[in-house]
């Protein structure tokens, strides 16, 4: 490998030479992408320049320019970690934007990309009322990516996050700090409802929800994820279930659960047609 890099750092010199290289690579050697890009040239664009300690609206005109010998070799060994250990960008970066918000996340927890972002941006229009929204519940929330969210959602709620994790409750208290939130936003080391004894506006969830058998044949990527975070039971709706047999009891008159299901969502229309 010492051979090759030094032919490669001969052979290439610019920003777009290794944007292009690695793109190439990251086809070449099918890698997945679905942890913040969807696909190998995005994922490139990505790597190099957080690689560069570039922002990633660097002008494309300074993509021409040409790097030192020490930044080529870094980037050639950023490129060939994320092919050799099939390791999430997410966890190299130590970043991920949700809702138009930047965490925090490393190999404790999953890599935020729930569809409940857009529902938070939209304030769960049009089943809350948002000025009626004064206390909320997120369930298995790993970074606190929802439960922050929703915390810039409805400035005037409070937010109880909980999860089962002590490694992710780590993580939440990272974010927790990072966004501000240390007075609104209380982490909750605890297993779904056990120990809770408030009702909320709204309860939130992205659970555990891939079967045993769909969890198998997940792509390497998401192997390097926290298993706990995905494995659902042999359905995938063990801990859905529980969630929606108990939530009644700790929602408000007026309140509303939400909760992902993600693949599981026709085994779930099948169970409770």
Not at 104 to 116: A, C, K, M, N, T
Not at 180 to 209: A, H, K
Request: with cysteine; proline share 4%; charged share 20%.
């Amino acid at each position: 490998m010492e051979n090759n890099a030094k032919q490669i750092i001969t052979e290439l010199a610019t920003i777009q030479d290794y944007i292009r290289w690695a793109s190439s690579l990251f086809v070449q050697e099918g890698l997945f992408f679905g942890h913040g890009t969807g696909n190998a040239h995005d994922e490139a664009v990505a790597l190099v320049l957080y690689s560069l300690y570039q922002p990633y609206d660097l002008p494309i005109t300074s993509f021409s320019s040409a790097l030192t010998h020490s930044e080529r070799q870094r980037l050639i060994e950023r490129i060939e970690q994320r092919i050799n250990e099939r390791k999430p960008l997410a966890y190299m970066t130590n970043e991920m934007r949700f809702a138009g918000l930047s965490f925090f996340v490393d190999e404790r927890v999953l890599v935020p990309r729930s569809p409940i972002a857009e529902l938070i941006e939209q304030q769960f229009n049009p089943w809350l009322d948002p000025e009626q929204v004064h206390t909320i519940l997120d369930l298995c929330t790993g970074s606190a990516c929802i439960a922050c969210a929703c915390a810039y959602a409805f400035p005037d709620a409070e937010v109880d996050a909980v999860d089962i994790s002590g490694d992710a409750v780590e993580v939440s208290t990272i974010n927790r700090q990072k966004h501000q939130l240390q007075e609104r936003l209380q982490l909750i080391n605890t297993d779904l409802f056990t120990g809770i004894d408030s009702r909320y506006d709204l309860i939130v969830s992205n659970p555990p929800y891939v079967s045993a058998q769909e969890l198998n044949q997940l792509p390497d990527e998401y192997h390097a994820e926290p298993r706990l975070g995905f494995a659902g039971g042999i359905s995938g709706l063990d801990i859905v279930i529980r969630i929606l047999a108990e939530a009644e009891q700790y929602l408000k008159q007026q309140g509303i659960v939400v909760v992902e299901v993600g693949s599981s969502s026709e085994t779930l229309q099948q169970t409770f047609a």
